[in-house]
């Protein structure tokens, strides 16, 4: 009421209204002392008064799906580097660090997002292990679900991705759903009465259409596409059609799965608006489905605009079709003072979540070759920015076909799958990662039983992290103590670490663009079409693991 | 899964999806036996079959804002009527009931909720008496609400009307906003940094919009605008500019006060779909507006749409243009089975709510008649499909003011409130109704003292209702003897009495759509400009009683 000045103003701005299109010229946007839009209009005061002379003012950016472990980082590094592009919330799916060590998981990320000035909407991991057909390090059963949901009935779950335990109607994947939680969806291919069964359920969303019939026909069916672009995974261009005002509000951006390379090179959802303008998409249409859609699918109606009783997420922007972001508010916040923003807070600790890689050492035999007899076996194939796989049959010396494992880690039974793949171009050394979705066991892809022994034994002793084995036999390692999945190092740090094991594997002649990730997505059998786990390979579509024979 | 057949199948059909305005040919919609959308699609089957052939399948609609006080109907009678239109979802603000039996109201509906089929989802009454001004029959205060909210958190506030209240932070009126309610909004006119301020407290949208600016204004301030369609307030021609693309997720229908005249001739929310899709709008976003956006904004996401997982809640009809509706399926029960359905359900009863009305017995007396001096007083003009009255300053011999009064009926202190309106057209006799929001005394226009002390105690008689003395002084009267807002009666029968109400007050010279809403409407003291209580005349503007000397 202008009764007194408030805690700041940000000056004489243009405003991008999300729900009509329409500019707000020259006008201030007041926030609270707790970090929220009190007012948007013309003559507010501001104990601190930011100018917004000659910047767009739009909401902060929604990544409706992620996991945060893909970013290397803890939370507090994360939020220092996502919000520089521009995202003030993001819903964190913590079943990267639950296959590790629990409902621990839980505890660790609700705790952070506490802590945090940015958004972290943390969801229960709802398939913890993805499937029965890998050995994970702890498991997450409907009890437990059901004990935190009673602790705080906002906790909605982490991607359903048990599909035909849907269909089949499993009594303890049923469980789960039990009382009505909000779900994320994660149904790739699924089609027909498969998805109408899927969906019956009240599943809200799917983050995993890679076409646009397939994506089509899940927001006929009612649910929201979520469209990903990952640095291993990416669907924006496939699904840039969709991007239309008629769907505006369906739709929302995701990652999904993002590296901290990525991330400092400029790859995150502000790419992604500037991406989808440039291909022809109405700056409404491209701003509403990074914030205002997201933030309505994911029920989190306090956020998405720039209006009275909001979150002060406020993006100012020097141009709205580049999407050139020249200062960022999270929370009130501006981003250069979060450090001093959150002195004092209760960051969890990750000291629990180490020394979490518990395998025997591992030798060359533990990698056979198998015989160049011509005979043809299942390959996994693999294209660049998808984590479907072919299902393939060729004999071992086919180009570009190599050997893979997945070796169990969690001191459970010392299983070692093994499988071939084709895709990583490898002609020399060996890739390994403790990263394993969602077991996390380690995997290796190698052109020697030497090269693959040591790399998996190199992330044994790291206890956990990216290993690049070259064709010398030296090694070049990026450590992820924490649950073998993340490092307290800062962002930077991390991605600079990151490029140069990207640049050891392209000397080797891989040329991905992420080959960790898409070494990491191997063993995720929730995923089509083959897939390798420490128990063996998987065909997905059936959901069995392949005989001996079939080997 | 087709693995057995659904409960029910609507066998090929057209579906007109909401989300993109797509077409889906020749399709099933199959429902479970919960009444449940279970799958849409072809080549399912059913233990019982609806030929959808020539037909056109779109969701059941959502009244976005109402008060089933307003249809004279129980719920049982309300949900016969309003089926018919297409309505299977109406947000239900109790305030009427809740006036003159306090937080009894709240059990009443939500008992009926829980028995009827088509879903009434019952708020909270904020505001409870509207304001200070008035005398009520209860009040529900915020610890009242906490303990209901307590009890079931997802009970939202009914419109909170207070907002000077709110613009002057009155401590028991922000009490009532904590723990983060959904708050649905009522500012008629608020605007500027007022509108900043109301809004800021969390509201949610508003249905007061009367013109296109006012509107535009709140749309850009990040709430919902509910276009109104009562039987006094018509707001649907005024924004029906605002019915485009862009906007058509910021928007719902809502008919606030509607009678069952009104809703027997033919004037509900279908209406509202075929005048909008004959003014222009596409009718994607009409059918849009009147379901999905309409269920998003009210935070109902099991419905909006045919699709899986979605209440079976779908309107079958012959012409989409014309919303021509064929049939009714509401949780999925086809509407001509809603007895049988509804069968053993326990409805609340209406006991507790008879003998409400406790004034005096008046005499003309209590009416006196100001002289015929020349002298200007202060006039509420009126204007037919409108709650707004101007604040006028006439004689009292000028052409149509007539006296009108409100009489204190909940036996609390006798008040009788008097005053001069504009705008009723009568020649003689009088009008009374026992509805008068919100309060709920008796008014009175008339015009001798005794004609308007015949027609109040004719209420006194009946405990309640609409009574219109014509100049023989013969009295025809539609009895309301539950809490003197609502009939026993079926709606047809309702229907037929009113009609022949309005039919009397017409050859009295009345010539309004309704005159015992717009009579009703006279004590309202939170909508502008000039109002008459029980207490007095009420500057709006102000917040104020008039003093004598201004009267």
Chains 1, 2 share one sequence.
């Not at 701005?13 to 007041?30: K, M, Y």
């Not at 924006?236 to 400092?264: G, H, I, K, V, W």
């Not at 020097?318 to 200062?327: F, G, K, M, N």
Request: hydrophobic share 40%; proline share 7%; glycine share 10%.
């Amino acid at each position: 009421m202008k009764r007194k000045p408030a805690a700041r103003v940000i000056r004489r701005v243009r405003v991008f209204h999300l729900t009509t299109g329409e500019w707000e010229e020259d006008t201030d946007i007041a926030l609270d002392s707790q970090g929220w839009i009190a007012a948007v209009g013309p003559g507010y005061e501001g104990e601190e008064v930011i100018s917004g002379e000659g910047l767009i003012a739009v909401p902060g950016f929604v990544d409706a799906h992620m996991h945060l472990e893909s970013s290397l980082m803890t939370p507090r590094q994360y939020e220092r580097m996502v919000t520089a592009h521009g995202v003030t919330t993001a819903v964190c799916d913590p079943h990267e660090l639950a296959n590790v060590a629990g409902e621990a998981a839980f505890a660790y990320y609700l705790q952070a997002a506490q802590a945090l000035k940015m958004s972290l909407v943390v969801r229960l991991a709802s398939c913890v292990p993805a499937t029965t057909l890998e050995t994970s390090g702890a498991a997450v059963e409907a009890p437990c679900l059901k004990r935190w949901r009673e602790r705080d009935p906002g906790l909605g779950l982490g991607e359903f991705m048990n599909v035909p335990g849907v269909l089949f109607q499993d009594p303890e994947v049923l469980a789960k759903l039990e009382g009505d939680p909000f779900v994320d969806g994660h149904c790739p291919m699924v089609s027909g009465e498969a998805l109408n069964a899927y969906l019956s359920v009240g599943v809200r969303n799917d983050h995993e259409c890679s076409s646009l019939p397939e994506a089509r026909e899940k927001l006929r069916r009612g649910i929201q596409v979520l469209i990903r672009e990952g640095s291993a995974a990416r669907n924006l261009e496939a699904l840039l059609p969709l991007m239309t005002l008629e769907n505006s509000y369906q739709l929302a951006f995701c990652t999904d799965d993002r590296n901290p390379l990525d991330m400092e090179e400029g790859e995150h959802l502000d790419a992604m608006v500037r991406r989808a303008i440039q291909a022809g998409v109405s700056p409404l249409v491209a701003y509403r489905v990074a914030s205002d859609s997201a933030a309505r699918g994911m029920g989190l109606t306090d956020r998405g605009l720039v209006a009275p009783g909001r979150r002060g997420d406020i993006l100012l922007l020097s141009d709205l079709e580049e999407c050139r972001i020249q200062r960022v508010l999270v929370g009130g916040v501006p981003r250069e003072e979060l450090d001093l923003a959150e002195e004092g807070a209760t960051f969890p600790s990750e000291e629990p979540f180490l020394h979490s890689v518990r395998c025997r050492p591992m030798t060359p035999e533990d990698f056979p070759l198998l015989p160049r007899d011509g005979r043809l076996h299942p390959v996994m194939g693999m294209a660049d920015g998808s984590l479907l796989t072919e299902r393939l049959s060729l004999p071992v010396d086919a180009p570009d076909v190599l050997p893979v494992a997945v070796v169990e880690r969690h001191g459970k039974n010392g299983n070692v799958g093994r499988g071939l793949v084709r895709g990583f171009g490898l002609r020399a050394g060996a890739l390994a990662s403790s990263v394993g979705h969602d077991g996390h066991n380690l995997c290796v892809v190698g052109t020697s039983p030497q090269a693959m022994s040591q790399a998996v034994n190199a992330l044994r002793e790291s206890q956990g992290g990216f290993a690049v084995v070259d064709a010398d036999g030296s090694c070049l390692l990026l450590p992820l103590p924490v649950a073998g999945l993340m490092s307290q190092e800062e962002g930077p740090v991390l991605a600079n670490r990151l490029r140069k094991l990207h640049q050891a594997a392209r000397e080797l002649g891989c040329s991905l663009r992420d080959p960790f990730l898409q070494l990491a997505f191997l063993p995720l059998a929730v995923i089509p079409h083959l897939k390798l786990t420490d128990r063996g390979l998987v065909d997905v579509d059936a959901f069995r693991l392949l005989s001996p024979e079939e080997c």
